[in-house]
């Protein structure tokens, strides 16, 4: 069994899904950290961390290298509106 490291963190449930999604749909086994907690008990507060998204370990370095791509784009996209 391979143990799963943090890979990111997000204010929102909503963000954190979307990361999810997005690494899955390029190979990484992504997890949201207590996602069945929140979806039964969602008065509940994720705490400081925010709603983390894991991986597993081995793939921790491709994980961060498409969120970095996708942080990249993003900068570029506000460059190119101001």
């Known amino acids: 069994m391979t143990s ?3 890979v990111a963190a997000f204010s929102t ?3 954190a899904r979307v990361c999810v999604s997005y690494l899955r749909a390029h190979g990484v086994e992504a997890a949201l950290v207590d996602e ?3 979806s039964v008990l969602p008065f ?3 705490g400081k961390k925010g709603f983390r998204v894991t991986a597993p ?3 921790a370095r491709l994980a961060a290298e ?3 791509a996708v942080a ?3 900068e570029e996209a506000e460059e190119k509106m101001t």
């Open 13 to 15: 449930e909503t963000e």
């Open 36 to 38: 069945m907690i929140f």
């Open 4 to 6: 799963a490291v943090d």
């Open 57 to 59: 370990a081995e793939q």
């Open 44 to 46: 509940l507060s994720p």
């Open 66 to 68: 498409l969120l970095a």
């Open 72 to 74: 990249d784009a993003d």
